[in-house]
């Protein structure tokens, strides 16, 4: 049996060789390691931007009703919707007091109408408001000249007073009243406002104050249009519409924030 022999030092294993991505004391670290990612704000989604621009404003009564602060421009649509709403009676009015040609008032309204209504196709904003304005102005147009009375062009406007006073006089009737429909539509928070009594009383309050606004339009311009007068006409068109619509958003507003604070909604 031969001595055992003494341990030979065993031969020194060689060290890995580094990854090519690895960092090595030579080379910088790459840059996610050098300038880490912020963190996200808590609430804030990945791909959004802290800074990134709000979307449009939302404009009418349905938006006005959700904010705790009421604004006048918003509930009539902004400075758009001032101009959409009054350039075409104040053109067709001032064309005709200085030409008393009836076929460049009507037309040059027309046209204008036309062109707002591009204008918003173009923008990819909704042409609603717009398009039914086009109808009225455009047939408003068509019936003066075939008369040759500028007062004919208002004919559509009183014929649109009289219909919606006519709808919300059955909503009433039916003690279903049109704003606390609409309204329920448009706020969530009331959407149960028909099994609610004090609901349905504030809501047919509402209702009734847009009833006389309709009322009163018939009573003021209705006996303008019977007469001849075309530039009063316009302009009690002009007064009482948007400002007198402003005007009454408010006191509805003013009705609607007041339920919600008794139901403990605000």
């Known amino acids: 049996m031969s001595p055992a022999q003494p341990p030979t030092p065993s031969e020194p294993v060689p060290a890995p060789l580094p990854s090519p991505d690895a960092p090595t004391p030579e080379s910088p670290a790459p840059a996610d390691a050098r300038h880490p990612a912020p963190e996200q704000p808590a609430g804030q989604l990945p791909d959004e931007h802290p800074h990134a621009l709000p979307g449009r ?16 421009a918003d509930a009539i649509g902004g400075p758009r919707g001032i101009v ?7 053109l067709f009015v001032v064309l005709f007091v200085l030409t008393r040609s009836v076929m460049i008032a009507g037309i040059t309204a027309t046209a204008v109408v036309l062109v707002l209504l591009v204008a918003r196709i173009l923008q990819r904003e909704s042409p609603g408001t717009v398009l039914g304005g086009l109808v009225g102005v455009a047939l408003g147009a068509v019936l003066a000249i075939r008369s040759g009375e500028g007062s004919d062009f208002y004919w559509p406007g009183i014929v649109t007073n009289a219909v919606a006073l006519l709808v919300l006089g059955i909503s009433l009737a039916l003690r279903r009243p049109l704003v606390g429909l609409l309204v329920g539509l448009l706020d969530p928070r009331v959407a149960d406002w028909a099994e609610d009594r004090d609901a349905r009383r504030v809501y047919t309050r509402a209702t009734l104050l847009f009833a006389g606004l309709y009322v009163a ?11 001849g007068q075309v530039a009063a006409l316009g302009a009690a068109k002009i007064a009482m519409g948007l400002p007198a619509f402003a005007v009454i958003a408010y006191l509805v507003w003013l009705m609607h924030r007041g339920l919600l604070v008794r139901r403990g909604q605000r």
Request: hydrophobic share 45%; proline share 6%; net charge negative.
């Open 57 to 72: 404003r939302r404009s009418g009564l349905g938006a006005v009703l959700q904010e705790e602060e009421f604004s006048a």
């Open 217 to 227: 339009k018939l009573a003021v311009q209705l006996p303008l249009l019977l007469t």
């Open 84 to 90: 959409e709403s009054v350039l075409p009676t104040l």
